[in-house]
């Protein structure tokens, strides 16, 4: 307990002073946001099991309606984040519903079918979206007057978000509810015969998906300024799901760790003038033969052999997804 406070209060001084110290704000702000949404797929993959491809269809989603409620109606920015989360909830509760009884691979091309026909809709409704061109002119977050047009700020309200969801997901994996889904996760069988409802448990944690994502696309929209319709796409879901596969699963800060690897390999793969796509490929390659559980995984490792060789005992470990591992969260 002593080590993860020590561990946490180092990681939130970075994140307070990093403003002052690195030049590319704009970058680090786009991963923290990013990661908000990995974090709602880590709990619904990593420690639920349910493979989703739809996860940027939700940014979008969060992103255009708030950004349409903005520009063609007129209201304040800071009210239509939330209502823009609340319609994504809603919809993927309706979606979750039949397309959470699918498993596997079939699961994975439900959300795959569910994202590219968001991104379609997106692209015809011109007169709402602006189309393939994208919806330009939302405003700042604010509400009447009060606008938030400072870079900083925004990467302050970025890391907050970050905060509160990782907060609330590392108590709620501890929960009952955190519980039955990692049974869940193990055997469905055994979960039903232990009483769980699987299909509520698995909802729930679909639509939990949904909101992170969604409050990050909104708050993304307003930070831009201006949508198009291919900063969600399926590509995006599987940045998502490579960000995630970085970081390392079943550790939620991995989230973090992984949304900001992704956005310095990228940032450095275009300056080098690398192809995205070609640099997206050897990454899954390189995950799937070298870094099978992730950068944090692998840090964990090597902090537990440096701690085992001066103490002289072994750190004590947790059982997550059938292995084992040290709970760093």
């Known amino acids: 307990m002593r080590e993860k406070t020590v561990f946490y209060t180092l990681l939130l001084l970075l994140a307070v002073i990093l403003p002052f110290i690195y030049h590319d704000l704009d970058l680090v702000l786009r991963a923290v946001l990013m990661a908000c949404a990995v974090l709602g797929l880590q709990l619904l ?21 708030s950004g349409v409620l903005s520009v063609k109606f007129g209201l304040p920015s800071l009210l239509t984040i939330f209502v823009a989360v609340a319609v994504t909830a809603l919809i993927a ?17 439900g959300t795959l079918a569910f994202g590219l026909s968001v991104t379609s809709l997106i692209s015809t409704l011109y007169t709402w979206t602006g189309g393939p061109a994208g919806l330009i002119g939302i ?15 925004y990467y302050y309200i970025a890391v907050a978000m970050f905060a509160i969801f990782f907060w609330y997901s590392s108590n709620l ?26 299909a509520k448990v698995k909802l729930q944690f679909f639509v ?49 760790v992984g949304s900001l690897l992704w956005f310095f390999i990228s ?27 992730g950068v944090s995984q692998a840090f964990i490792k090597v902090y537990n052999r440096i701690k085992t060789g001066i103490t002289g005992k072994s750190p004590e470990k947790r059982i997550v997804q059938g292995g084992e591992t040290n709970d760093i969260s």
């Open 208 to 256: 939990l998906s949904a909101v992170f994502a969604a409050f990050s696309g909104a708050v993304m929209g307003h930070y831009l300024g201006i949508i198009v319709p291919s900063q969600f796409n399926v590509i995006i879901s599987i940045e998502l799901l490579i960000a995630m596969l970085l970081g390392g699963e079943a550790i939620l800060i991995g989230s973090l």
């Open 45 to 65: 993959m990593s420690y639920g099991g349910q493979i989703s491809l739809g996860n940027a269809a939700f940014m979008g989603l969060g992103a255009y309606i």
């Open 93 to 109: 509760l309706i979606v979750g519903y039949p397309l959470l009884r699918l498993k596997g691979y079939y699961l994975a091309l």
């Open 173 to 198: 994996m501890k929960s009952r509810v955190g519980r039955a889904l990692l049974t869940l996760k193990s055997s469905e069988n055994t979960a039903e015969a232990m009483g769980i409802r699987t």
């Open 267 to 293: 940032d450095f793969t275009h300056s080098v003038a690398i192809p995205r796509m070609f640099m997206l490929g050897l990454i899954m390659i390189v995950l799937i033969l070298f870094v099978e559980h």
């Open 139 to 153: 405003p700042d977050i604010g509400w009447g007057d009060f606008e938030i047009t400072n870079r900083a700020t």
